[in-house]
């Protein structure tokens, strides 16, 4: 399950209590480190000091000091390599009160960025991130810093990056609303090549639009299933699986068991409190 390209589900929120937007603090001496992951909350890294390497998707990310990192839901992410003086903050938040922090759809896919903060931008974020770092109940200072991340990450991504493709931005947030679209029906509604939607998806998000795709509807899955009142046939359903039986190929083959295993004996949360060595 954790070979190079494999991934488990790990939820970015506290498993106890109601929070909907939390902030880690990684360092080489307080962690466990997390196998490769993803999850529905999306989530920034912002490295404090030292420099890291990540594994996202099917890239490797070199990172340090002063770097904001966004991995939106679904993408799979994990830390490979770590300096001895690493310090990260890991901030992650419910996407649907990210959606109402950022005045975004419901729904709307946080995109991917990778970028080099100011150094004054990347003081205030540390020192914002220090002050409710691992607290509950400090829902409205994270989202006060969430707002600030992200638009300060967008402006200095608008001025110093190529961007994402415009066909990225357009399937993301198509897929992100529709999990059940497939990649040739997404083509003919942006009136372009199926071939160039996957070219410039891969680039940008670091991973397969069909695989995206996928997570995108065992996500909603698991979403659905928490949500309680369904089975797990009128959920696979609901989430854009043709059949229980298709839902239970593509759940078998991307986490490695079956969705009844998953939700109905204690494997998810053996997945949720897994740590590589």
Not at 1 to 7: D, E, K, S, T
Not at 37 to 66: D, K, M, R, W, Y
Not at 186 to 208: C, K, P, W
Request: charge should be neutral; aromatic fraction near 8%; glycine fraction near 8%.
């Amino acid at each position: 399950m954790n070979a190079a390209g494999q991934a488990i589900h790990q939820g970015f929120l506290p498993s106890q209590g109601a929070s909907r937007a939390f902030v880690w603090k990684y360092t080489p001496v307080n962690w466990g480190r997390r196998p490769r992951h993803f999850h529905v909350e999306p989530e920034l890294n912002l490295i404090a000091s030292g420099h890291a390497t990540f594994g996202i998707g099917e890239t490797v990310v070199e990172a340090g000091q002063g770097d904001l990192l966004c991995f939106p839901p679904a993408q799979d992410h994990v830390l490979l390599e770590a300096s001895p003086d690493l310090y990260l903050f890991a901030i992650g938040m419910d996407p649907t009160l990210s959606s109402e922090v950022l005045r975004t759809e419901a729904d709307q896919v946080m995109l991917p960025m990778r970028l080099r903060l100011t150094a004054s931008d990347s003081r205030a974020l540390v020192n914002h991130a220090s002050s409710i770092v691992e607290r509950d109940g400090v829902e409205q200072p994270c989202a006060e810093l969430w707002e600030r991340a992200y638009w300060l990450g967008s402006r200095a991504h608008a001025r110093r990056e190529p961007g994402l493709h415009v066909l990225t931005r357009r399937a993301l947030s198509a897929v992100s609303q529709a999990p059940e679209l497939g990649l040739e029906m997404l083509a003919n509604r942006m009136q372009t090549a199926s071939s160039e939607i996957s070219r410039y998806f891969h680039r940008d998000v670091g991973m397969t639009f069909v695989r995206f795709r996928t997570r995108q509807r065992l996500l909603r899955l698991i979403r659905l299933m928490d949500g309680g009142g369904m089975t797990l046939g009128e959920a696979s359903n609901v989430a854009g699986f043709g059949s229980y039986s298709q839902c239970h190929r593509i759940f078998q083959a991307e986490l490695g068991c079956s969705p009844r295993r998953f939700f109905h004996t204690g494997l998810r949360q053996q997945m949720q409190q897994a740590y590589d060595p």
